[in-house]
């Protein structure tokens, strides 16, 4: 089963930017859609953005449309998430996961395992 593996988080000021990375344990991962979630305490797991598999379409949430972009490097069976503008809202777990179709990704149709997300933290 294909492992995934999150990192990049941190602790940033409103208005800061981070960039997330998550690393594909096998480059069969490149056969999906891919795509970021996110859940902040209290709160349930929710959807930020995904990625076709030939990278033609993208998806993001309300919430993040105009601030994330979403990439993939399929040599390196890896995925990105740019994030600018950041803001207190965005504090949260990140997690990346893959699925059928960029559509299926966001109604949280996905076929991976859950890694252990990278944690976001935007101060005010």
């Known amino acids: 089963q294909v492992q995934l593996v999150e990192s990049g988080g941190g602790l940033v000021q409103a208005g800061g930017s981070l960039r997330l990375s998550c690393a594909a344990s096998?480059?069969?991962?490149?056969?999906?859609?891919v795509g970021w979630f996110r859940q902040a305490p209290g709160k349930e797991r929710e959807f930020v953005a995904a990625l076709s598999r030939q990278q033609g379409t993208t998806k993001y949430s309300d919430s993040v449309k105009g601030r994330f972009l979403i990439s993939r490097d399929n040599a390196k069976a890896t995925v990105y998430l740019q994030m600018n503008n950041l803001n207190p809202e965005d504090t949260a777990i990140y997690y990346c996961n893959f699925g059928g179709s960029t559509t299926a990704i966001a109604r949280g149709n996905i076929s991976g395992s859950w890694g252990q997300g990278t944690q976001v933290t935007v101060s005010s």
């Open positions: 096998e480059r069969t991962s490149s056969l999906y859609a």
